[in-house]
C-alpha cells in the first residue's frame, strides 16, 4: 500500500474547509452528493494524511510561523483557503485584506516550492468586471471592482506558474455563513426577501467544490481552473428557488435592481461574473446542477432544524 499523501489545509475551519477536511478524511460533510466525485474515484480510508490548521493554530500573516509550519509537516499538497472573505468590510480595511490574500499567498506560494509541494489556491469571479455578458473562462482579462477582488487578483499574480487557482463563486456551504441560511431563516419566520436580479453567476457547493479539490489535490494540474456548480443564476433566482422548496409561495421572493439597495453596500459587485467550466469539464465530470445542489443544502439544514 503506498503511503498517504501528505496534505495541508489552511482556513480549515471556514465554509469550504471543513466539508475539505471530511472528504479529505473519507467522511461524508452534511449535505454531500455521495456518488459525487468529478475523477470517479472514491476517496480512500487512509488516502490522505491532513494537516487541518484552523487561523487559531495558523496566522497566515505570520510569514515565521507560516514558514515553519510548512517546514515541519513538509506536506506533498497545500490547500490553501484561507482568506480574508468580507467583501464590503474590505473596502475600508485594504491593509489587512491585501495582507491576508495577497502578501500571505505569495509566502504560501515560496514556502511550498521549498518543501517541493504543490499549491493549490482558491480565487474568485470578483477578479472581473462582470461586462463580457456570458460566462468567463479562465484566459479572460481581470478588472477587479472591489478591494476583495483586487486583493485576490494580486494573489493569483504572486503565484508561481506551476500552482493551481481555482477561480470559483458565490459558494455555500450547510456550515458556513451564506445567503441561503439568511433565506430559510426568513422563510422559517414567515417573512418575505427581496433580492437582486440583475448580478448573474454562479454558485459552487461547498461540498462539491471539496470533490473537485480532491480530484485537484490527486492529479496537479497547475494553471486556472473556474468550478462551480452547471447552470447560470441570479441572486432573486437562488431565493425564489430556495423559498419553493421550503414551501413558500410566488410572493416570498421579490426581484430588485442593485441601485435599490439599502442600505447601498460598501462593494461594487460585477452585474454578470458567472464562471464558464468548460476547461473544467473537459478534463472530469461537472458538478451537479445549482438547483440540485441548493435542495441538497436546504434538505440538511431543515434535518438539522429538525434533530
Ligand atoms: N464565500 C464565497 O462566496 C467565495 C466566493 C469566491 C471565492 N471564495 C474563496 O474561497 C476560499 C474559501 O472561502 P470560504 O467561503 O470557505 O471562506 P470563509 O468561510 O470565510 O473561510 C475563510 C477562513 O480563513 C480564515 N482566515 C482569515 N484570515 C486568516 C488569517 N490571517 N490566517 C489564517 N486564517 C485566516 C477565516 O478565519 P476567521 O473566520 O476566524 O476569520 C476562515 O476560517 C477563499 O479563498 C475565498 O476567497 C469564496
Request: hydrophobic fraction near 40%; include cysteine; charged fraction near 25%.
Amino acid at each position: 500500500m503506498s503511503p498517504a499523501m501528505r496534505v495541508l489545509v489552511t482556513g480549515a475551519a471556514g465554509q469550504v474547509g471543513v466539508d475539505l477536511v471530511d472528504t479529505l478524511r473519507a467522511l461524508k460533510p452534511p449535505g454531500a452528493d455521495p456518488s459525487f466525485q468529478p475523477d470517479a474515484k472514491p476517496v480512500g480510508d487512509d488516502e490522505f494524511a491532513v494537516f487541518a490548521l484552523t487561523r487559531h493554530e495558523l496566522d497566515i500573516t505570520n510569514r515565521d510561523v507560516l514558514r515553519s509550519a510548512i517546514a515541519t509537516t513538509r506536506p506533498e499538497v497545500i490547500v490553501h483557503l484561507a482568506a480574508y472573505t468580507q467583501v464590503d468590510k474590505a473596502e475600508s480595511d485594504h491593509v489587512t485584506c491585501f495582507a491576508v490574500n495577497a502578501q500571505a499567498t505569495e509566502t504560501m506560494s515560496l514556502a511550498a516550492h521549498d518543501v517541493g509541494a504543490h499549491l493549490i489556491t482558491i480565487s474568485t469571479d470578483y477578479v472581473f468586471d462582470g461586462t463580457k455578458g456570458t460566462g468567463y473562462v479562465e484566459d479572460d482579462v481581470t478588472n477587479p471592482l472591489n478591494v476583495y477582488g483586487a486583493s485576490k487578483r494580486a494573489g493569483e499574480l504572486l503565484c508561481a506558474s506551476d500552482d493551481t487557482i481555482m477561480r470559483v463563486s458565490w459558494v455555500m456551504g450547510v456550515r458556513g455563513k451564506n445567503v441561503l441560511h439568511v433565506i430559510a431563516e426568513r422563510a422559517a419566520m414567515g417573512e418575505t426577501v427581496r433580492f437582486v436580479d440583475d448580478q448573474v453567476g454562479t454558485v459552487t457547493l461547498a461540498s462539491d467544490m471539496a470533490r473537485a479539490l480532491v480530484t485537484t489535490v490527486r492529479e496537479r494540474p497547475g494553471g486556472y481552473w473556474h468550478v462551480a456548480n452547471t447552470g447560470t443564476t441570479s441572486w432573486f433566482e437562488v431565493a425564489k428557488y430556495a423559498g419553493s422548496l421550503l414551501g413558500r409561495g410566488e410572493d416570498f421572493a421579490t426581484p430588485i435592481l442593485t441601485s435599490e439597495l439599502e442600505p447601498r453596500p460598501a462593494a461594487t459587485r460585477p452585474a454578470r461574473s458567472d464562471l464558464d467550466t468548460a476547461k473544467w469539464r473537459g478534463q472530469w465530470a461537472a458538478l451537479p446542477s445549482w438547483r440540485e445542489g441548493v435542495a441538497r443544502l436546504l434538505g440538511e439544514r431543515d434535518r438539522r432544524v429538525q434533530t
